[in-house]
């Protein structure tokens, strides 16, 4: 997966309480991006990085917060999680912003 | 605002059964549009970028065309192994470093 780890691979947790989760990269990629995919919805930009601490809002970024303090590293935090965001997130990383290279996703469900 | 929307949205053939996959988009202005394949529990693979009407990517039986409205996927002679989700996706010149937006799939199944 082109250097990229996503981590968890799997998370079960319960309305109201944060979760985090992490992509790592080792390309040395400068643009990294968040996506969720929903049945019925395809994959949707949550939010988006094109350089350390330089952070975009995508289409669906109501709800969810970013952070990349380092160039290998983009966080996802859910604030407060809600049923809604019961989804399976992929990170991506792209040096041009083109061609983008998927991780293998992390299954969230929010009870 | 950027739109794709790909038919059918599934397809089951049999092997060696060539077809077509349609992928139709509204963009401001292409910058390119993006085969991606996907396998369950995976995240999209990279397959090709077009960029102009007019141009063709094959990779082994995969062939990408590309118009001014759409993009074909053609699919000669599958084999089993061919079967996966298939996504397409644009982008625009009007975004900077915003992603792709994405199609919802079709998905594809090539029986024995």
């Known amino acids: 997966d082109a250097g990229i780890t996503q981590s968890p691979r799997h998370k079960v947790t319960e309305t109201g309480t944060p979760v985090t989760l992490r992509c790592h990269q080792t390309e040395n990629h400068r643009y990294m991006y968040w996506y969720r995919q929903d049945p019925g919805h395809g994959l949707r930009l949550i939010h988006y990085s094109y350089g350390v601490k330089d952070t975009d809002k995508g289409e669906v970024s109501d709800g969810y917060s970013v952070s990349r303090s380092k160039t290998e590293d983009f966080l996802l935090t859910l604030e407060s999680a809600t049923s809604s965001q019961t989804s399976v997130y992929f990170c991506a990383i792209s040096e041009s912003t083109e061609k983008l290279f998927f991780g293998s996703g992390t299954q969230l469900s929010v009870l | 605002e950027d739109q794709v929307t790909q038919s059918p949205e599934a397809l089951r053939l049999q092997e060696g059964e060539s077809s077509s996959l349609n992928c139709s988009y509204t963009v401001s202005g292409l910058r390119g549009l993006f085969w991606y394949r996907q396998d369950p529990g995976k995240g999209p693979e990279f397959l090709f970028t077009l960029y102009s009407a007019g141009e063709e990517k094959e990779k082994e039986r995969l062939k990408a065309t590309l118009t001014k409205k759409e993009s074909f996927l053609h699919i000669t002679a599958p084999k089993p192994e061919d079967s996966a989700t298939y996504l397409c996706?644009?982008?625009?010149?009007?975004?900077?470093?915003?992603?792709?937006?994405f199609g919802k799939g079709t998905h594809l199944i090539i029986q024995p």
């Open positions: 996706a644009v982008q625009g010149t009007g975004g900077g470093a915003d992603g792709l937006t």
